[in-house]
Every structure is written in structure tokens, then in C-alpha cells.
């Protein structure tokens, strides 16, 4: 949790109430996150978004 290690936290577990108040306290986006746990940049999974959701993988 102190290396802010996001994939860790999710395969460990972590729920993701706690993990997103923490990215707030680090003034991380959700679309950050979103890409984060998908492997995409921002960009990426903000496109997907705007294309319907439709995420590949």
C-alpha cells in the first residue's frame, strides 16, 4: 500500500472503496485507475469509454 502498488492491492484483495479513496488522497482520476486495472494509458481507456464501454481483452 505505501508504494502505492495498485495491481498488488487488487490481487490481494484490497477493496475497491479503500483503493479509490486512496488514489483521491493522491489526486488520482478514475479514468487513471480504470486504466491501471486494464493495462491501457488514460487515453486508452477513456477512447474505450467513449466507443460503449467496449474494453478489449
Known sequence: MLERD??????LGASIFYRYKL????GTSVPDLG???T???TEEFKAA???GGRIPG
Do not use: N, P, T, Y
Request: cysteine-free; hydrophobic content about 60%; aromatic content about 6%.
Open 6 to 11: 495498485r495491481i498488488g492491492m487488487q490481487e
Open 23 to 26: 488514489a483521491m488522497l493522491d
Open 35 to 37: 486504466g491501471v486495472f
Open 39 to 41: 493495462g491501457m494509458s
Open 49 to 51: 469509454l467513449m466507443a
